[in-house]
Structures are given as C-alpha cells and as structure tokens.
C-alpha cells in the first residue's frame, strides 16, 4: 500500500473514531448523566487506559527536550479544551448547527497551515473545501433550522470548538522524535485531564456516579474513540500527511457521526442529507485523486 494513504486512511479512522463520541454521550445522557459528567468521565478513562498501555510497554517516561514538553503541553490543553467548548455550544446550538460550527475547523485548519508555512492554498485543496462546506450544511440538515433566536454565546462557543480542534491537528503535525507515541499519548492525556477537571465534573470519581452509577461502561467507550485511538493515530499519521490535509481528512467524522446517531438512536435520514455525505466524502478524496492525476 502507498505510504501517502496509509497515513490518509489513519487519519480518516482517527476522525471517525471522533464521530462516534456524539451518539455514545447522547445515551449516557439517555441513562440519567450529563454531558460534563460524560465527558470527563471520558478524560479520566482514557487517561487511565494510556497510563495502563504505558506500564505495560514502557514504564519509563524519556528526558524532554522544552521544545517537546511544550508541544505535548499544547496538544493536551487543546484536546481538553475542544471537548469544554464544543460541549458549552450545545446548551445553545441545536446539534445540527454545532456540527456545522465544528466543521469550519476544515478552512480554519487550512488557513493556519497556510500562515504557517506561508503559501497559499493549492487549487485542489480550495475545491475541497467547497465540496466539504456544501456538504457539511447539507448533510447537518441546517436548512430547516431557524436560526433567528439563536443566542450569540452559541455562535462564538462553536466557532471556538472549530479553532481549538483546527489548532489541535496543527500541533500534532509537529514531531516530538525522542519519545515513543504511547509516551506522548500518556502526557497529552494527563494534561487534557487537568484542564477538564478544572472546568467540568472532577466529582464523578468520589461521588459514585463513575463506578457506583454505571457511568465508567460510556467512559470506557468514550475514552477508547475519544483518547486512545484518535491520539495514538493523529500523532502517527498528521506529521505525515501535514496539517492542512489532516484538516480535510477529518472531515470523515462528520459522516460516521450521523451515520452512528441513525444506526444507534433511530434518527431520521433525508435525500438532502445522503447528498450531503457523498459531498463530504467527495471533498476529502479530491486532493489525493487530483496530486495522483498530475503525478501520471
């Protein structure tokens, strides 16, 4: 198999892993807990899980370079901080209008590789980005919304969860060569769960709604697809495929999340919206089909 999509694939599975996060709270909230109780039950599992993988691979954390403790000290400040924002933008968004507010994190994320590495975006990387925002509003099913008594918190939340998830995948494009990608996890994670349990709800380990209430069953599910798994292969895969294309990639999520909510709670699916995904899906494939096409 060619490197180049390998790594592609790596990152499209590290997104869909995302994607199945909104279905997995929706029924923990389903069985009596809240998003902040869900998602933090989320940083403390998946913690836990990379602590257990590093014990078991490893033991021994490496000598960090500053410019290395720094990078990780992003990344999990960003992971944390994805997960505050995005989730303070539902208590005013409908779920259809924060996924589309999340979604922008595809031009944000190819603007700041942009500025980053001072180009400008490559013909096949803007026509991407058209196919992946007609598709994100179609397939979000946005069209029927009212957005007239939207409160501007909702907007300004949603827009933050896009630049912190764009900043996120930036950072991750970012090698770190003396430590192993477990080790890098296991930081990343520890960091992210500080930030969380400053803002969320740190009391779920001591009241008993982690254990005693059955709240660990969703956290284990969420800390695998929310931690582990999409940690473990953005930090192989972005250094590969740089920063502005992982951007693209993860626009895989969006799918797999409406996709799941169908399959799992029974939500409707449109023409408009199955339109919408073949767009979407249409817009991540088009700058590996175009650099093929002029590489023959």
Not at 33 to 47: H, K, L, M, R
Not at 157 to 173: E, H, K, L, R, W
Not at 244 to 263: N, R
Request: charge should be positive; aromatic fraction near 10%.
């Amino acid at each position: 198999m060619n490197k180049n999509l390998f790594y592609s694939l790596l990152v499209v599975l590290a997104a869909s892993s995302y994607g199945i996060l909104s279905t997995i709270i929706k029924v923990a909230m389903q069985h009596g807990f809240d998003s902040a109780e869900a998602v933090t039950s989320q940083y403390v599992i998946g913690f836990s899980l990379a602590l257990l993988l590093f014990i078991f691979t490893q033991r021994k954390l490496p000598r960090l370079s500053k410019q290395s403790l720094i990078i990780l000290l992003l990344a999990g400040i960003f992971t944390g901080t994805t997960g505050i924002v995005y989730g303070k933008s539902l208590n005013y968004l409908p779920a259809s209008l924060a996924v589309v507010m999340l979604f922008q994190f595809t031009w944000v994320g190819m603007l700041i590789d942009c500025l980053l590495h001072r180009r400008l975006p490559k013909r096949e990387e803007v026509i991407s980005l058209i196919f992946l925002f007609a598709g994100t509003i179609l397939a979000a099913g946005i069209l029927d919304v009212d957005l007239s008594g939207i409160a501007w918190q909702g907007w300004v939340f949603g827009f933050a969860a896009a630049v912190s998830f764009s900043i996120f995948i930036q950072i991750n494009s970012r090698p770190t060569e003396e430590i192993s990608t477990i080790a890098r996890m296991l930081i990343m994670s520890f960091f992210a769960l500080v930030l969380i349990s400053i803002f969320l709800s740190p009391e779920i380990v001591w009241n008993g709604q982690l254990f005693g209430a059955g709240l660990w069953k969703f956290g284990l599910l969420l800390g695998v697809f929310g931690i582990i798994l999409p940690i473990l292969l953005f930090t192989i895969a972005v250094p590969k495929v740089g920063g502005g294309m992982a951007s693209i990639l993860s626009a895989m999520e969006l799918p797999v999340a409406i996709t799941v909510s169908v399959v799992v709670l029974h939500e409707s699916l449109t023409w408009i919206q199955i339109v919408g995904i073949i767009l979407v899906l249409i817009g991540m494939t088009l700058p590996t089909l175009l650099t093929r096409n002029k590489a023959n």
